[in-house]
């Protein structure tokens, strides 16, 4: 079993940066990726980004590339998403996500595919 507790979440102005962070505890070392997703009033949840466990291969969906930033540090079992230029279409509870290793060859976009979930922090970003 893997726990996940979001952070950071608030109400920013438009143009403004927020820094997420998700702890997580639990078999975390069988994880392969961890990953953020978000989900915006009445749209369905969607892929923000993903990062593998050794921080060396990392995945934006590509409308998000260049304003938003996934790390990790494995030392502190977190994971971090660093937004930056937030506009009022990012508003959205964000959540954390942590797929599991066995058989994975990818990271996958879809979140059926992501077996844990923390239970999100709203992002408020106003014009």
């Known amino acids: 079993q893997v726990q996940l507790v979001e952070s950071g979440g608030g109400l920013v102005q438009a143009g403004g940066s927020l820094r997420l962070s998700c702890a997580a505890s639990?078999?975390?070392?069988?994880?392969?990726?961890m990953g953020w997703f978000r989900q915006a009033p009445e749209k369905e949840r969607e892929f923000v980004a993903a990062?593998?466990?050794?921080?060396?291969?990392?995945y934006y969906v590509d409308s998000l590339k260049g304003r938003f930033t996934i790390s990790r540090d494995n030392a502190k079992n977190t994971v971090y998403l660093q937004m930056n230029s937030l506009k009022p279409e990012d508003t959205a509870v964000y959540y954390c996500?942590?797929?599991?290793?066995?058989?994975?060859?990818?990271?996958?976009?879809?979140?059926?595919?992501?077996?844990?979930w923390g239970k999100g922090t709203l992002v408020t970003v106003s014009e």
């Open positions: 639990g078999r975390i070392f069988n994880m392969y990726a």
């Open positions: 990062i593998r466990r050794s921080g060396s291969n990392i």
């Open positions: 996500a942590a797929l599991p290793g066995i058989g994975r060859t990818s990271v996958p976009y879809s979140e059926y595919e992501w077996s844990y």
